[in-house]
């Protein structure tokens, strides 16, 4: 080989070295770039999560509400129901009686 053949085997050499350099740099440009992406969507994932669980534990605090709040009126309900049935068999007791009085004194 002579001299022209050398400088023409380093400048393609050097130029494939050049290249490769490049190609490697832009590669892990392109993979910081691809990381910011996986970051800044997981960050956003886990924000919306967040929120979620947030609404979630609001509308369980809700919902407890709203059950005690019901368990509260169908007590009171139900005791209102039973004084009046218990006013009622009074009645019905004391009616009875007057009947049976009626018919025992006849």
Not at 60 to 75: A, G, M, W
Request: charged share 35%; net charge negative.
């Amino acid at each position: 080989m002579n001299i022209d053949q050398w400088i023409q085997f380093g400048i393609l050499l050097s130029g494939f070295l050049v290249l490769y350099f490049m190609l490697r740099k832009d590669n892990r440009k392109s993979n910081e770039e691809s990381f910011e992406k996986i970051l800044e969507n997981t960050i956003t994932d886990l924000k919306e999560k967040a929120d979620i669980e947030r609404r979630v534990s609001l509308l369980e605090q809700r919902v407890n509400t709203i059950d005690s709040t019901i368990d509260k009126t169908l007590c009171d309900m139900k005791s209102d129901l039973q004084r009046e049935l218990d006013e009622i068999k009074k009645d019905l007791n004391k009616l009875f009686d007057r009947i049976n009085n009626h018919i025992t004194n006849k």
